[in-house]
């Protein structure tokens, strides 16, 4: 299976051309063009002409152009198949070849189809418990042991991961002794992953009689859990909130942040 503009560079590079005109119409700089997609303006002016040519938009001046009707669908045309290419290589080519690990629910023979499914950031499988997505299992296992799953099929469900940053004191502000113990008490009893950034934060949650799961590397490790569907309560320093929340937002990961600061 392949699709028309992918058959060639050029019919790749018209594609990109056309949809940078559709997103900065009218006014489009072949500058600009050319610099986002990584070829030369002159490369950027002949492939203009050639849309003009086949009437995949309109110039309305030296930088004015327009994508017309044939334009739009010429773009759904080749998106449509694109999107379609792409899951067949992610169902017929990608899942086939890879192998996922799972923890199996019960005792499971070679080749068996088994239905998968992500509970508390762990991956498990079952052939009874029916999902959204499946697979066949490599070897014989039994209950609780480690399993390769192979042509995967299906989408695997993931919960919405909530993260919520709970904010406390420098020592030099009174550290641990400056947290509202009772509320961070109940908002530790929500979240299946607790993550401490400081030694004020460790503490705080101590005295809760919480260990936390993780307290090195705790920014990536908040971010893997969430793309796991794994909900984290993260207890920070104040003062290394904001790199926390930096990289949150990079990742485009929703937050609450709550201040446990007595007053």
């Known amino acids: 299976m392949m699709i028309k503009i992918l058959k060639t560079k050029s019919g790749v590079t018209k594609f990109q051309v056309l949809i940078e005109i559709a997103a900065h119409q009218p006014n489009v700089r072949q500058k600009e063009i050319a610099a986002k997609i990584g070829i030369t303006p002159q490369a950027v002016s002949e492939y203009i002409k050639e849309l ?10 030296r930088v004015r152009y327009r994508i017309t009707k044939e334009g739009v669908e010429w773009v ?3 998106a449509t198949e694109m999107k379609r290419y792409a899951r067949f290589v992610m169902e017929d080519i990608i899942s086939h070849v890879s192998t996922w690990t799972a923890i199996t629910k019960e005792d499971v023979k070679e ?3 088994v239905y998968l499914k992500m509970e508390k950031g762990l991956l498990y499988v079952s052939s009874t418990e029916k999902t959204g997505a499946s697979g066949n299992v490599i ?3 039994a ?11 299906g989408l695997i469900d993931l919960e919405n991961a909530t993260i919520t940053i709970c904010k406390v004191p420098r020592i030099e502000r009174g550290g641990s002794r400056k947290v509202d113990i009772e509320r961070l008490k109940a908002m530790a009893n929500s979240k299946p992953y607790i993550a401490a950034i400081g030694v004020e934060a460790l503490i ?9 799961n993780v307290m090195f590397g705790t920014n990536e490790s ?14 920070s320093v104040d003062e290394q909130v904001s790199s926390l929340l930096n990289r949150l937002e990079t990742e485009n990961l929703e937050y609450e942040l709550v201040d446990l600061t007595l007053e």
């Open 222 to 235: 908040v971010i893997e859990a969430a793309y796991h569907g794994l909900s984290s309560l993260v207890v």
């Open 52 to 61: 003009v040519n086949d009437g995949l938009i309109v110039t309305e001046g």
């Open 111 to 113: 080749g068996q189809q």
């Open 76 to 78: 759904l045309e080749n």
């Open 143 to 153: 209950a609780g042991e480690d399993v390769g799953v192979t042509s995967l099929k």
């Open 204 to 212: 705080a949650l101590r005295k809760i009689g919480i260990t936390p």
């Open 139 to 141: 070897s014989d296992a």
